[in-house]
């Protein structure tokens, strides 16, 4: 009987243990996202194990731009994405993440719709005809881009590069 009681304190130990921490990640998620969160805090959750509260700094507006290009370098590719979609993210942290090795990470960049025009040149170069595809298909796409990938191999490309060229000139 006392070593089942024993037992079950320290699984009620170890559970009330796991629920504390859990609420403690919890709350680091929530400050990472905070508008209001110092600076200081914001990059001393940077460096914190749980990549989802990365993931939140990678969203905030508030982060400071070299915290974003620090998190754009991140090991986790959901955070490198909430870098990429961050409308404070700045032009030489999205070319760092145009030259993601993650083909994911690259695609969202190509398709942001607040990508700036240097980050698109690089992708427009990009291996993959599906990320060459949305950076024609992109509204950021300058007229130099669009008259490479006009030249494209692939047919789906260059004529949605050539839909870009004659927008532009519309314009």
Known sequence: ML???TVLSIFLLFVSQSVLAGDDAEQRRRDAGRPQTSVEQLRT???DKDWRVRQYLGRNRNSPVDLLDKLAGDKHQQVRIAVATNLSTDTPTFLKLAMDQDLQVR????RFEYVP???LAILAKDKSADIRLEVARNLNADKATLELLSRDEQ???SQAA???L???ANE
Do not use: C, T, W, Y
């Open 107 to 110: 695609s969202v960049v190509a």
């Open 155 to 157: 047919p789906e490309v």
């Open 3 to 5: 070593g089942r009681i």
């Open 166 to 168: 004659e927008r532009l």
């Open 45 to 47: 959750l940077s460096n």
């Open 117 to 119: 025009p240097e980050a």
């Open 162 to 164: 050539l839909v870009g």
